[in-house]
C-alpha cells in the first residue's frame, strides 16, 4: 500500500486543478472501518444529509485537465502530461474507480476514490469552486 501511495504522490506532487480557483490534487487513503460509498463519505466527513454527492466517470472529472488545446504553450502541454500520468497511475493501480463531487455550487470537494489490490481504498482529493 505504500508503495502505490507513494507513486500517486509523485504523480500529483505540485498539481494544480484549475476551476473558478486553483486546487493541490493530493493522495487520498480511506481509513475508516466500513468500506467506501457515498454514505460512509457523508458520514466520516460530517456533510449534512441534503448535500448532494455525485458520482462521476474518472475521466469524465479530468477532462479538461488532460485535454490539449491548440493555444496550450510549453507550461500547459506539461501539466496536461502530467494530469494524463495521474489518471494512467490511478487507473492501472485501482480498481471500481470513480470521482466523487460533494456539493452543487460554490467549494466542492471531491475525492478521486478506487479499490486497492489489497481492498482498501484511495486515490486522490481535491477542491473546485463552480457558481
Do not use: C, N
Amino acid at each position: 500500500m505504500a508503495t502505490l501511495i507513494d507513486e500517486i504522490a509523485r504523480a500529483s506532487e505540485g498539481l494544480m486543478l484549475i476551476s473558478e480557483t486553483d486546487a493541490p490534487v493530493t493522495p487520498f487513503v480511506w481509513e475508516e472501518s466500513t468500506p467506501f460509498s457515498i454514505e460512509a463519505l457523508r458520514q466520516a466527513r460530517g456533510y449534512d444529509a441534503s448535500t448532494p454527492i455525485t458520482k462521476l466517470d474518472v475521466d469524465e472529472f479530468f477532462g479538461s485537465s488532460t485535454r490539449e488545446y491548440d493555444w496550450h504553450g510549453p507550461e500547459e502541454q506539461e501539466r496536461v502530461r502530467r494530469f494524463r500520468a495521474l489518471v494512467d497511475t490511478l487507473k492501472s493501480r485501482l480498481s471500481d474507480i470513480a470521482a466523487y463531487k460533494v456539493g452543487e455550487f460554490g467549494a466542492i470537494d471531491v475525492f478521486v476514490v478506487g479499490r486497492t489490490e489489497d481492498g482498501t481504498f484511495a486515490g486522490v482529493t481535491t477542491h473546485v469552486v463552480e457558481t
